[in-house]
T-cell receptor, first 113, second 111 residues
Framework: GAGVSQSPSNKVTEKGKDVELRCDPISGHTALYWYRQSLGQGLEFLIYFQGNSAPDKSGLPSDRFSAERTGGSVSTLTIQRTQQEDSAVYLC???????????FGPGTRLTVT | QKEVEQNSGPLSVPEGAIASLNCTYSDRGSQSFFWYRQYSGKSPELIMSIYSNGDKEDGRFTAQLNKASQYVSLLIRDSQPSDSATYLCAVNFYGNNRLAFGKGNQVVVIP
């Protein structure tokens, strides 16, 4: 079946601009996660959505970062007033109800110039 | 601070040999453990999950879990050049709704 999809695959933006990254989880997966991976860094958790529950935003690095999930499916991660340190690969993952295994999408490579 | 440690440097193994990767974690209450494979420029791909002490085999991969010693390992038997990648250890710490990842181990299989 179809895996997690993310768009765009690459995004180059100027410092100070806002960006939106999109994730479409695997059909039937109720949990959705955002991570980022910077050069030389490990995977860093950002935010977690489970069904209609309030999201776990504890990993968001600043208030410039926000995310929403509409209709329990597609999610959008928004970064306002981008900074150069926001340059990274942003990865979305989803998991089946009651399961811990997370399946990753291809990621969005964000470059802030 | 809950941590996942993968301390070994790049691992070079000849084709057909066994590659052995180790990972330790800080939280004794951790429940589930995963190995991901990440090719250069690609996203992580789940290759193994393990929940109970002991060994779990899937094809050429074997995951080993020892909760008392807080380590999980991955063995790759009959290593192939296509196994050349970075392997990430991930742990679902008790009470958390996310995975904590180690920094990864690069494996290079030499033909």
């Amino acid at each position: 079946g179809a895996g997690v999809s993310q768009s765009p695959s690459n995004k180059v933006t100027e410092k100070g601009k806002d960006v939106e990254l999109r994730c479409d989880p695997i059909s039937g997966h109720t949990a959705l996660y955002w991570y980022r991976q910077s050069l030389g860094q490990g995977l860093e958790f950002l935010i977690y959505f489970q069904g209609n529950s309030a999201p776990d935003k504890s990993g968001l690095p600043s208030d410039r970062f926000s995310a929403e999930r509409t209709g329990g499916s597609v999610s959008t991660l928004t970064i306002q007033r981008t900074q150069q340190e926001d340059s990274a690969v942003y990865l979305c993952a989803s998991s089946y109800p009651g399961r811990d295994e997370q399946y990753f999408g291809p990621g969005t490579r964000l470059t802030v110039t | 601070q809950k941590e996942v440690e993968q301390n070994s440097g790049p691992l070079s193994v000849p084709e057909g040999a066994i590659a052995s990767l180790n990972c330790t974690y800080s939280d004794r209450g951790s429940q589930s453990f995963f190995w991901y494979r990440q090719y250069s420029g690609k996203s992580p791909e789940l290759i193994m999950s393990i929940y109970s002490n002991g060994d779990k085999e899937d094809g050429r991969f074997t995951a080993q879990l020892n909760k008392a010693s807080q380590y999980v390992s991955l063995l790759i038997r009959d290593s192939q050049p296509s196994d050349s990648a970075t392997y990430l250890c991930a742990v679902n710490f008790y009470g958390n709704n996310r995975l904590a990842f180690g920094k990864g181990n690069q494996v290079v299989v030499i033909p």
